[in-house]
């Protein structure tokens, strides 16, 4: 890894130029009423690294709300046609647990069966991370992640005062930043550490994060469950601003002149009352309850068990949109905990 | 431009998708029952492949894809054969279907029953209602390779006698004097049948005696509720976990072990499943 700095403003004209003379689309944290979120760049001016959270995770470059698998023409087997969008984007600003989800997403859709759609649109990705230089009330990941993040960044950015310090995690990152006015790092690493540090989490889970799945384990009886369910409104909030939610659906759009049709694949979620539910009509997953234990378990053991990573990143967004303000892992944890 | 998000992005074509189906033509279509009819389906480029026990995800472009069991053995190897349930939009379209009408397969996904495991064991088939499918390519396999396999028991129950799959094969099985075959049904209803009446269960006293537990494989079918109630059976008879096999429906629609719909607390049914041995899935809480 390499370290240099770079000041704010020569970041921000460095930015300017890429996105005015760069044939690669520009994506950053922008300013939406009183919110944030990721966004096509027109210039650097609009670009808002000092930031609390975004209302959804960059995940939505690649695996978008909906996204065609399969063109064809309607009744014409022969005529399915497999295709992507997938043209090299560059994503500015992507905060450290945000990071650590597009890890686990990369585990997700490489693994096993490998699923093109996702990963080329991966492949042809820069990630430019921060660290968290704003507080956001339901954040809490310093508790639940640890190395994942530096695994898919490019570049980190840690800002100190009116510089940038610029880690380069990768050739391509290295080759992005050619022409930036960098500078030769002068700070020491426990001034970096502290600034990485500087915003420590509003929320914590209550017990360390390697004890949660066998912590569930033993408690899949809890009355945790009951007292949450019955206040869930299955509106699925949790499980669409999550970052490391990947379960979809697939569909099918035919255009009305009935020339034209694709089977589109669109954000689906375990929190949804059908979910589970197949032909005949059996719903495998019918209650409230069994489907908020069901997303607990995903993010606290399946997922752990199977990356040996914690599947949720303590981003906080599903406890923020949760209508009944109960979705939030360090609640649920909060309330087992003190009711043995 | 790209409709979805208005970026400038330019489509391409993926050659290697995962959800790219295959070209299959339909050669032979016969209705079962009021809802179910039987398939037989050609791929156009390539043998399926499947071992008895998968399954596949048969679409029509416009209307749709859906998970479907594989009913034949493998010694098929150009064709392949499904029962069908007209249960929903995609299945309506497939209903509709005349031979020489094409469908997307892609597949075959999912583990199957270890038919080379149970050499030389006696096998019991315990099949409810559409479970047939699925089960009857395992049937078909060991009846192919009847030397391999000792006693054969199967037992197959179904809602009323309207609703029997293989009528003709049922009464082949029957007459066979070298597999044991019992069938029930729920309920008679006034239809012309003389045979068990009673759900799958009952038949468990006219083979317990024969049955040696300990050489002996149990593979359950059927629907969601029975399985409870089969494996309660087979520990009457002293079976042991490890000598029971299922297949677990879920809703696999991916089939890639993707888009989480099959889950079953950390498993994902489609490729982890759907055959399992009992022992394997009895700790989780969402299996039976």
Known sequence: ?340 | MCENCGCQSSEEIVKNSIYLPGVASLLKKQPMTPFDSFFEFALKDRPLGHLPGQFAEISIPGIGECPISISSPPSEEKTFQMVIRNVGSVTNAIHALKPGDSVGIRGPFGTSFPMNNLKDKNLLFITGGIGLVPARSAILYALEHRDDYKNIWILFGCKDPSQRLFTNELAKWEKREDITFHESVDRADGADWKGNVGVITTLFPKVQKEINPRDTYAIIVGPPVMYKFAIMGLHDMEFADDHIIVSLERRMKCGVGKCGHCQMDNIYVCQDGPVFYYDDIKHLKEAI
């Open chain 1, 1 to 340: 890894m390499e370290i240099l700095k770079i000041s704010t403003n020569d970041f921000k004209s460095f930015i300017d130029k890429k996105i005015k003379e760069s044939k690669t689309r520009t994506v950053g944290v922008v300013k939406k009423g009183a919110h944030y979120v990721f966004a096509d760049l027109n210039s650097a001016d609009e670009l808002q690294l000092d930031y609390d959270v975004t209302i959804l995770p960059p995940k939505k470059y690649f695996q978008p709300p909906k996204e065609i698998l399969l063109k064809y023409v309607p009744k014409k087997v022969d005529s399915y046609t497999a295709v992507n969008r997938c043209d090299p984007i560059t994503i500015i600003g992507i905060h450290y647990y945000d990071l650590a989800a597009i890890y686990l997403m990369d585990r997700a859709f490489s693994e096993g069966e490998r699923d093109e759609h996702y990963m080329k649109k991966r492949e042809n990705s820069l990630l430019i991370g921060i660290y968290p230089t704003k507080h956001f009330k339901d954040r809490f990941y310093r508790s639940v992640t640890r190395d994942q993040g530096l695994k898919v960044a490019d570049i980190m950015l840690v800002q100190i005062g009116a510089y940038y310090v610029v880690e380069i995690l990768t050739p391509k990152g290295k080759q992005y930043l050619e022409g930036a006015k960098l500078q030769k790092n002068d700070y020491s690493v426990k001034e970096i550490e502290e600034a990485k540090a500087s915003i420590k989490d509003d929320q914590k889970i209550p017990i360390p994060v390697e004890m949660i799945p066998d912590y569930l384990a033993r408690n899949h009886t809890h009355p945790a469950w009951a007292y949450f369910g019955e206040k869930c409104f299955s509106c699925g909030s949790c499980v669409l601003v999550c970052p490391t939610c990947y379960c979809f659906d697939v569909r099918e759009e035919v255009e009305l002149s009935l020339a034209e049709g694709q089977r589109v694949r669109t954000w689906d979620g375990c929190m949804l009352e059908d979910f589970a539910t197949v032909a005949d009509g059996h719903n495998f997953r019918s209650t409230r309850e069994s489907r908020f234990r069901h997303r607990i378990f995903r993010k606290g053991k399946h997922l752990p068990e199977k990356y040996g990573y914690f599947g949720c990143v303590g981003c906080g967004r599903c406890a923020d949109a949760c209508t009944a303000d109960i979705a939030g892992p360090v609640k649920v944890i909060k309330y087992m905990e003190e009711h043995k």
